[in-house]
């Protein structure tokens, strides 16, 4: 049985003003996760992610490289439980 989970991923570099954020929402188009991705006002970009474990592992490494106009320095991942807050996958303000 998958273990339903829920993902924080914080990236740092060189991540806002480059369409960081779109490409993520474009990347959570071909996985089965919900959740959002926000620009943080410490220059970082937030995602939060809910789903099978497995697929969530399998997008952090999809967006983990970014598009060719970001550069991406570091990257924390944090793990807690499933919350079912999300529909859908979006851009967070």
């Known amino acids: 049985m998958a273990q339903w989970v829920r993902g924080r991923l914080v990236l740092r ?3 806002q003003g480059v369409g960081y954020r779109y490409f993520v929402l474009r990347k959570a188009g071909e996985f ?3 959740g959002l991705v926000r620009n943080l006002p410490t ?3 937030e995602v939060i992610a809910e789903g099978k474990k ?3 592992e399998k ?3 999809e967006i983990k490289q970014g598009p060719v106009s970001a550069h ?3 990257y924390s991942e944090e ?3 499933f919350s079912g ?3 859908d996958f979006r851009v967070g303000y």
Do not use: A, N, Q, R
Request: aromatic share 20%.
């Open 13 to 15: 570099g060189l991540v």
């Open 32 to 34: 089965d996760v919900t």
């Open 43 to 45: 220059g970082e970009v």
């Open 54 to 56: 497995e697929e969530v």
């Open 59 to 61: 997008f952090f490494e």
């Open 72 to 74: 991406i320095t570091s």
């Open 79 to 81: 793990w807690f439980p």
């Open 85 to 87: 807050l999300y529909s």
